[in-house]
């Protein structure tokens, strides 16, 4: 009778011990599944994203943006210390080669099916509806809502020697505040003027002659132009320009918003289906 | 001998394995539910050396310069001390430019591999960052 009930006890205690490693196993297992899940997966898109975006930048020659929010003066400040140049290198080429790259070579080695869709170079600040566009003689920022910017400032450092003449549009002191800089190659400041100016009117543009012939030379202009208010346009004759130093401040509106490539990131595949933007910075 | 001590002694002796063995399972549960060394983990540490290789453009510019000392220099004393490293640089039709390992290491079987599509001198190329525990 006594040898039947320690048995029992027996039994029961072994079993519970056994259930209790089953559940040990089972837990070890389903968490470790949950850490690949949450984190391998995102990581790896937020990481691809990431690539393309610097490589991008790399194309451009454009230096990483920076923000400055001053919740005081409620302003956000968009700050891109290189902005490429003007001309610039034929682009179409090399952007798909770098899609078909993706599409075929490095999806292949991700095992995933990464595809760039509507693969531009062209920056956009999303809320503000800021959008930098990379054309091969020009670069063109179109401010679709030019009520939010309050000022912008550009320094041109070019390869002309001597600066023979210069121009600046007429101002407009109810507007917003642009400021154009010119250097020469030897980086002296031959050209500086701020104005204020109109979106919506076709201003004359700051211009920038270094020869009596009229080439080269350099035009800025803001206002009306490519039949859209708020674009700013920089234009080369016969010059090489570096833009730089680009500041555009912009009334503060709330939330979070980014800087991003207008291009669209498809990632597919491994139960995953993804098409995100690809940002440079959150502001 | 009694027909009671046999009893005992065997009853003793089942008491004691099931102790032994129910303890195990309460040291085994009381541990970390993931391990030490998690593939995740050093999936997600190749992830991040190879992004933090990208500083000061180095990853690009490691094609038109010499740049080892640089790369080593973060291979050997930016990097977890129990990772090893071999960071390798595709030509844009996938052979070997150049090859960078971590000091002291040797190749082991369980790696991870962390790669990058890379603009660089006008080109696409690859970059691959494989790791694994010393």
Aim: glycine share 4%; with cysteine.
């Amino acid at each position: 009778m006594r040898r039947g009930i320690l048995l029992s006890i027996m039994t029961i205690f072994l079993l519970f011990a056994v259930f209790l490693l089953s559940l040990a196993v089972f837990q070890n297992q389903s968490s470790s599944e949950l850490r690949q899940a949450t984190l391998s997966l995102p990581t790896k898109i937020a990481s691809i994203e990431h690539f393309v975006g610097q490589d991008v930048l790399w194309m451009l020659n454009i230096s990483a943006p920076d923000s400055e929010k001053n919740l005081s003066a409620s302003t956000l400040t968009i700050k891109f210390a290189n902005l490429g140049s003007i001309p610039l290198q034929n682009l179409s080429n090399i952007t798909d080669q770098y899609a078909s790259f993706i599409k075929n070579n490095y999806s292949y080695f991700e095992r995933l099916n990464i595809s760039l869709i509507n693969f531009t170079t062209n920056i956009t600040l999303s809320g503000y509806n800021a959008t930098i566009s990379f054309g091969q003689n020009e670069t063109v920022i179109f401010f679709t809502q030019p009520e939010l910017l309050r000022s912008l400032s550009i320094m041109l450092l070019t390869n002309g020697t001597k600066m023979w003449n210069n121009t600046a549009p007429s101002p407009d002191p109810s507007y917003q505040n642009i400021n154009v800089s010119v250097l020469n190659s030897s980086g002296s400041l031959v050209f500086n003027s701020m104005r204020s100016l109109s979106p919506n009117e076709t201003n004359s543009a700051f211009s920038v002659f270094f020869n009596q012939s009229g080439l080269p030379h350099l035009h800025v202009e803001y206002g009306f132009a490519l039949g859209q208010s708020g674009t700013l346009k920089i234009t080369t004759y016969g010059l090489r320009i570096s833009p730089q130093d680009l500041k555009m401040t912009f009334s503060l509106i709330p939330g979070e918003n980014q800087i991003k490539l207008d291009t669209v990131l498809s990632i597919s595949g491994a139960s995953i289906s993804r098409n995100d933007t690809v940002t440079l910075r959150r502001v | 001998m009694k027909k009671g001590f046999i009893f005992t002694i065997d009853i003793l002796l089942s008491l004691l394995v099931a102790l032994g063995f129910f303890s195990g399972i309460i040291i085994f549960m009381s541990e970390p539910s993931t391990p030490q060394f998690s593939t995740t983990d050093l999936h997600q540490n190749t992830l991040s050396a190879l992004i933090s290789l990208e500083a000061n453009d180095t990853l690009r510019d490691a094609f038109s310069q010499n740049l080892t000392p640089r790369i080593m220099e973060f291979l050997n004393n930016a990097t977890a001390s129990n990772l090893c490293f071999n960071l390798t640089f595709l030509n844009d039709t996938f052979k070997i430019e150049q090859n960078h390992v971590k000091a002291n290491c040797s190749r082991q079987n369980q790696i991870a591999i962390a790669r990058r599509p890379l603009y660089a001198g006008e080109r696409i190329r690859m970059v691959t960052l494989e790791a694994w525990y010393k």
